[in-house]
């Protein structure tokens, strides 16, 4: 039991272990890592499958394709952000803690972007390559969607915690989501673009900025709120 | 009948005032019917709960 | 002041007064509804650029309009549940969502509609007023979808709240960054839907149908809300008694 001559561990212990935890649970699971990476692979050879595999085409399609690929990935890893510990009831103990909310939410959205977001950013180049994306355009290409997978991740946590242990959660996710999270993949994939068409493209880079820094600071109040919500 | 051709975009125009009156139209039906079943559903429920009684 | 808002907190004060005051918006909404759309048929001139196919606006721009406005309502209703925990709040936002899903169709169909004759096609992607719409139509959807999902009332309400806030604040920058992409994709010149000034004979039909459609989606929210407040306190005292009182209302 807690001796309350002690001190209560800081928040940003806090923060850590709960970040940490997930980690290492992805660690023991590593289907929920790469399992959207794969998919995201494959969504982006479905293109060329579907439509031509002209070269002017690929270019031309390619900053577009891949963020959007980027963004289904996302939200398929978004739906075990917060499923497994609804289901064997750590998520209650979480709630209970006497760590703020705001404080845990984001812990295990930043677990959840180093296990999705991350692993995109870093694959990107590959299947960027392969869609004949010149190598100055694949560094906008990861930038951006380092940017955009935070926004993402934030934003994806508060959908998650509405639609935690909901029935047909999973489509309800997407329906949530995908609409929030239209700016950032305009910015994105058109940020690219211009890249790739050499023009400036910095405008883009600081409206994803200031939107990631923006989620940052408010999307853990309202994923907390939904939290608490969804599991009175 | 100059009125019912607009200028040769009739369909157009006339369509679209008509959409609208559709949509309130439907909208004033699903709120008459959404009272009626609500208040029908209670009064049947009290009712029966009244004969029991 | 507060007391008359306490007062109209109160399911059974709301459920009695409402329908006076869905009729005194219902009345003038109609009447200028009716000017709106004679005038904006028949009397109003020519647009020079789009012959008489720009009379569609007198629908179009209302319907956006209130489908915007709807959306604040829901949101706003939904914080204002949150925070102070009027039950009636929920039950606006609630009916107001259907209404708003309504609107935002309207304004779509009638846009693309106008478009055809304008731009040649039923949809322009690049125009960022209407994907703006389109956008907002994918946001009244989810809201729905959410509500329908969850079970418990009390859940659906604050969850939908939340949903709705944060939905809010995104409306606001998907406006801005459509309309960034549109400039980076506009082949030629989208021509303006509304001209640059308007002949006075042209905008009192156009501010009368806004008026009036607003009037008119307010009387619906309230007999809507009204409907949705007896369903909510189905299995009170006061629904009870009113239901076996030998006046029977409707």
Known sequence: MTDHGRQMPGMLVGLIAVARRDLLLAWKRPGDVLNPLFFFAMVCTLFPLAVGPSAEQLTFSGPGVLWVAALLAMLISLNSLFISDFDDGSLEQLLVSPQPLPLVGLGKTAAHWLTSGLPLVLVSPIVAITYRMPGDVVIVLMLTLTLGTISLSLLGSIGAALTVGLHRGTALLSLLILPLSMPVLIIGANTVSLAAGNETYSAGIWALSAYAVGTLSLAPYATAAALRISNE | MEALAMGGYGAYVWTCFGLAAVVLIINEWRIRARQAAVYKEIEVRIKALEDSA | ?250
């Open chain 3, 1 to 250: 002041m507060w007391k008359w808002f306490h007062q109209l907190a109160s399911p059974p004060h709301f459920y009695r007064i409402a329908p006076i005051f869905s009729m005194l918006l219902l009345l003038p909404g109609l009447a200028l509804i009716a000017y709106g759309v004679y005038a904006g048929l028949f009397l109003a001139p020519m647009d020079y650029q789009q012959g008489d196919a720009f009379r569609i606006i007198y629908i179009h721009v209302p319907s956006a309009y209130l489908s915007m406005m709807s959306y604040m309502i829901m949101a706003v209703a939904g914080g204002i549940g949150l925070i102070w925990r009027m039950k009636l709040a929920h039950a606006v936002a609630a009916s107001a969502a259907p209404l708003g899903a309504w609107f935002t169709f309207l304004a779509l169909a009638t846009g693309s509609i106008w478009g055809r004759p304008m731009w040649g096609t039923w949809w322009e992607w690049a125009d960022p007023r209407m994907m703006s719409e389109l956008i907002l139509l994918f946001f009244y959807f989810g809201y729905m979808a959410l509500r329908g999902a969850i079970d418990d009332t009390a859940k659906a309400d604050k969850a939908s709240a939340v949903l709705a806030l944060v939905g809010v604040v995104n409306v606001i920058i998907v406006h801005y960054s459509v309309e960034w992409w549109s400039s980076l994709h506009q082949g030629q010149t989208i021509m303006a839907k509304d001209g640059p000034a308007m002949d006075p004979g042209m905008l009192y039909p156009l501010l009368a149908n806004i008026f009036g459609f607003t009037l008119l989606f307010g009387s619906l929210l309230l007999r809507r809300t009204r409907t949705e407040v007896l369903f909510r306190e189905r299995r009170t005292r006061w629904v009870k008694e009113m239901i076996l009182a030998p006046e029977g209302q409707s």
